[in-house]
């Protein structure tokens, strides 16, 4: 039945591949664990399936998955095969304000002692270690704290007291050693008989019955472990089609295909991705605008390409996607990375490429890549490094490509990623990318609301200013607790007001709901039961404005105070009781226009100003300063520009030499732009990068392949 949903009619094709799956499912036993999945997915209405478990056409058929393997060529041999020995392994997303809940459908659907959650070993870091045995031997925090500056700059060798010698020779020793046990934050397993039959449990804090085992020692123990985890995007997208249903604009979720959406492609091909989730970083957006590419399959390409170790291999990569002429590096790899223009680019490719070039066994190919990813180095890379470059030999593979395809398997070294799992992540990406090009108030809505992005707030009102959305409020009549929208309106929801209760949100709300809109601000403070703090956050973020345009906010807070319904303070009222005629006089003097005061408790109350762009305040510096604008950095590629930079975000990573370096995200008020500090920069202006005072950014304006890049040359605060 499920096939008959996938794909209406069942060819030989996907017959023949569900018949085969099974096959594998049953022989190894199997079967329950994907029927208990089955179940366990029917507990939410959104879900994203993911890891090697999406390239199984039975998983796409019992909907754990949301992507066809065949469509998209999964191989189905990374997650099972006749000589895997590791059980089957499926991620399954849920909206991560869901999740506790589907734990809990768990374990009443399975039952409380069939089912426990697994646990994460803590480890000792050296600091740790040595504040602890510090402890132990009756050194006071303080103590420790002081010696601790003076290790960690000169090093643990250059000591000369006895016993901080010692009691560094014993932290050495604890460091990775377990320290105490939590729980894994989605991690559990469900067996036939009580779980205390079969391990020792504990309890963790949060009430549920706990494995003494991480999800390693979980699995040697024969526990099939499944993960169930929170996703935000999930819930942005949850929350962008209901805030659509209020405006009776429905999406049928059986007739959506994102992913033939010719606006939505054309909008990822120019890195407009912001809020996008998988790809919204400054690097994939930059990837974009580089290759023009916004289909399906580029998409996944790109998603897995983007890791640390493969810098080089992403330039070529973008060269021979433009047009570069390429030959496999061996004519047998040519039906295995032939989609990544001969790049290996997916997990699944390190194992194809040693079974095809060396002849490892699927089983061996599958441990290779395991030693790669997991960094495990030392003996067992060296012994597999020898049966690669040995088999290589015996199959006539010269030992230049030998070498050149070796390397390029090191840049699996850390995290990467299966086809199957970046597919998966892929389809959520075309969803939320869908909702930004056709509902994008709804959706920057949804993204605000449930935080978590790449982005602080303030990038995010930015870039929904530049897509043409209006911003309004916060307001005491017509925010909710969560920002929403409406037509091409975002409202800004209570929860952006920092300090303001979640008691006075909900207050608010319910009031509004049971008597109506307050219709001054006497009713307002009247209807009210806040405390003094709510009522100055209030104010401070502009939610009463619009009750009293002609006042300005200190006494906007006065009226506020003196009429509320709890009972100012003695001394409240001595501050805010004015004579009458001065609070006549002062709304006389008033215009609509906030002073350089209010924007500035405004702007500490959201992390953002109302109307404005933050450079805003700074205005007074940025007057007569000569200055190229962010939207125009265009028009001088190969020129030295000054530009305003207000910062995004950043993010630092190591050269081959050690050396740090940073590519910082800036933005002025017309666009965002991508920079790079190489090492030398990097360690001279590295302060500067840790406030949010804006910066005068002086570099070269560089196009890297066709995405803009400034190289930067000089910082100096705004100002100075």
Not at 9 to 17: G, P
Not at 267 to 272: C, H, N, R, V, Y
Not at 472 to 496: Q, V, W
Not at 683 to 709: E, I, K, M, N, Y
Request: with cysteine; charged share 25%; glycine share 6%.
């Amino acid at each position: 039945a499920g096939a008959e949903v996938r794909y209406g009619e069942v060819n030989d094709a996907i017959l023949e591949r569900i018949t085969y799956e099974l096959g594998i499912i049953k022989d190894k036993g199997f079967a329950p664990y994907f029927l208990v999945m089955h179940d366990i997915v029917q507990m939410s209405s959104r879900t994203c399936g993911r890891g090697s478990g999406a390239a199984s056409i039975v998983s796409y058929c019992l909907f754990i998955t949301n992507v066809d393997p065949i469509a998209h060529h999964l191989y189905f041999e990374r997650f099972l095969s006749p000589s895997r020995l590791d059980p089957p392994d499926i991620d399954v997303d849920f909206a991560w304000d869901e999740r506790d809940g589907v734990f809990a459908a768990v374990f009443e659907r399975f039952g409380r002692e069939h089912c426990a959650r697994v646990a994460n070993h803590n480890c000792f870091r050296l600091r740790g270690a040595v504040r602890e045995t510090g402890r132990c031997y009756g050194l006071s925090d303080t103590q420790i704290s002081e010696a601790e500056k003076k290790l960690f700059i000169s090093g643990l060798n250059e000591l000369d007291d006895p016993l901080w010698q010692t009691i560094c020779r014993i932290a050495t020793k604890l460091e990775e050693l377990p320290k105490e046990i939590s729980m894994h934050c989605g991690g559990l397993v469900i067996t036939p008989r009580p779980v205390y039959c079969y391990a020792p449990l504990g309890l963790s804090s949060d009430g549920y019955p706990l494995l003494a085992w991480e999800k390693e020692g979980t699995e040697m123990a024969s526990f099939v472990k499944i993960d169930l985890l929170g996703n935000r995007s999930l819930a942005v997208i949850r929350d962008t089609l209901a805030n659509l249903e209020e405006e009776d604009i429905h999406i049928d979720q059986r007739l959506w295909h994102p992913t033939e959406d010719e606006p939505t492609i054309a909008a990822l091909a120019k890195g407009d991705s912001m809020g996008v989730f998988y790809i919204e970083s400054p690097a994939m957006r930059q990837l974009q605008k580089k290759t023009g590419r916004g289909d399906f399959e580029h998409i996944v390409i790109h998603s897995s390409i983007i890791r640390p170790a493969a810098n080089a291999f992403i330039t070529e990569y973008v060269e021979r996607l433009r047009g570069k002429r390429w030959e496999p590096l061996h004519p047998r790899l040519a039906y295995i990375l032939d989609e990544t223009y001969g790049i290996l680019c997916y997990q699944e490719d390190v194992s194809k490429t040693a079974v095809a070039l060396a002849g490892f066994s699927e089983s061996d190919a599958d441990k290779l890549r395991k030693v790669i990813a997991k960094k495990a180095g030392g003996e067992k890379l060296r012994v597999y490094r020898q049966q690669f470059f040995d088999g290589c030999s015996a199959n006539n593979v010269s030992e230049e490509t030998t070498q050149k395809i070796w390397e390029m398997m090191q840049s699996f070294d850390g995290y990467s990623f299966c086809k199957p799992h970046s597919a998966s992540y892929a389809m959520v990406s075309f969803q939320s990318a869908y909702l930004r090009v056709h509902h994008p108030a709804h959706f920057m809505a949804a993204v605000l609301s449930n935080q978590g992005g790449y982005y602080r707030s303030q990038a995010y009102i930015s870039e929904a200013r530049r897509m043409g959305i209006h911003i309004e409020g916060p307001d005491l009549n017509l925010s909710r607790i969560a920002y929403h929208a409406r037509g091409n309106t975002l409202f800004i929801g209570l929860m952006a007001i920092a300090n303001l209760t979640m008691q006075a949100r909900v207050q608010i709300v319910e009031e509004r709901k049971r008597r109506g809109a307050f219709s001054d601000l006497k009713d307002a403070s009247s209807r009210l039961n806040l405390s003094r703090e709510d009522w100055v956050s209030l104010v401070e973020s502009g939610c009463c404005d619009s009750l009293a345009l002609h006042y300005r906010r200190s006494e906007q807070l006065r009226i506020l105070l003196t009429n509320s319904a709890r009972e100012p303070e003695s001394d409240q009222l001595e501050l805010f009781t004015r004579p009458k005629q001065a609070a006549v006089q002062t709304r006389a003097l008033v215009q609509v226009k906030r002073t350089e005061d209010e924007l500035h408790r405004e702007f500490s109350a959201l992390g953002f100003l109302r109307n404005s762009h933050p450079l805003l305040l700074w205005a007074q510096y940025l007057r007569g300063l000569t200055r190229v604008k962010a939207s125009e950095l265009g028009r001088y590629k190969g020129r030295y520009v000054n530009l305003i930079g207000y910062q995004i975000t950043q993010k630092q990573v190591m050269t081959k030499g050690g050396q740090s370096m940073s590519f910082v995200s800036f933005e002025d008020e017309t666009a965002l732009y991508e920079t790079v500090l190489f090492p030398d920069l990097y360690q001279r202006f590295h302060p500067l990068l840790s406030s949010l005072w804006p910066l005068v950014v002086f570099g070269l304006v560089q196009d890297d392949q066709g995405a803009l890049v400034v190289e930067v040359q000089h910082l100096k605060k705004v100002g100075s």
